[in-house]
T-cell receptor
């Protein structure tokens, strides 16, 4: 089925370790996003990419880096994981930044940093 | 910048009863408004959206929402809920143009629990 695919679904890291969360969409969308979800705080935007070759900071970018590898793929990297980064991470995509058609979300990556 | 406040963190209701999930927003520019639903261990799915035109919008699964510009609200309603509606619901706002471009701001979420 067409949509947004995230890997891995679950991950446990030790403080200071690094990892990359992968995201790919097959809907030919131009814009992609990374959000984190924490209890009682809704979803907060980490980074977004308006189109291939561009990335911009969102609301909570500190401690993260992103790469828009091509039109389909948008990865999120934690260089030195901290317990405060324990969260559920969602990748999303949309046709463009207008948001007229809504966003399509992946099923999430549940990350625990110990 | 935009902000969204969902006025109830949890709403318990009995099956076949009506329900309203409340959402207020703040923005200095015109907005698009959305409701998303998240079932356990899944991503978010779009329920409905308001872009312009009629202030009453209908979505999937029998849900509807009304945009009230004067009260800056976008409350979600369903006349008769089912057990399968148990989920977390998120209101979201997107400002049009300027520094809001590209940013969808979410509320804190409302957990709807439907009891038999």
């Amino acid at each position: 089925n067409a949509g947004v695919t995230q890997t891995p679904k679950f991950q446990v890291l030790k403080t200071g370790q690094s990892m990359t969360l992968q995201c790919a969409q097959d809907m030919n969308h131009n814009s992609m996003y990374w959000y984190r979800q924490d209890p009682g705080m809704g979803l907060r935007l980490i980074y977004y990419s308006a189109s291939e070759g561009t990335t911009d900071k969102g609301e909570v970018p500190n401690g993260y880096n992103v790469s828009r590898l091509n039109k389909r793929e948008f990865s999120l990297r934690l260089e030195s994981a901290a317990p405060s980064q324990t969260s559920v991470y969602f990748c999303a995509s949309s046709e463009d930044l207008t948001g007229v058609y809504g966003y399509t979300f992946g099923s999430g990556t549940r990350l625990t940093v110990v | 910048a935009q902000s969204v406040t969902q006025l109830d963190s949890q709403v318990p209701v009995f099956e076949e009863a009506p329900v309203e999930l409340r959402c207020n927003y703040s923005s200095s520019v015109s907005v698009y408004l959305f409701w998303y639903v998240q079932y356990p261990n899944q991503g978010l799915q779009l329920l409905l959206k308001y872009l312009s035109g009629s202030t009453l919008v209908k979505g999937i699964n029998g849900f509807e929402a009304e945009f009230n510009k004067s009260q800056t609200s976008f409350h979600l309603r369903k006349p008769s809920v089912h057990i399968s509606d148990t989920a977390e619901y998120f209101c979201a706002v997107k400002g049009l143009g300027g520094t809001s471009y590209g940013k969808l701001t979410f509320g804190q979420g409302t957990i709807l629990t439907v009891h038999p």
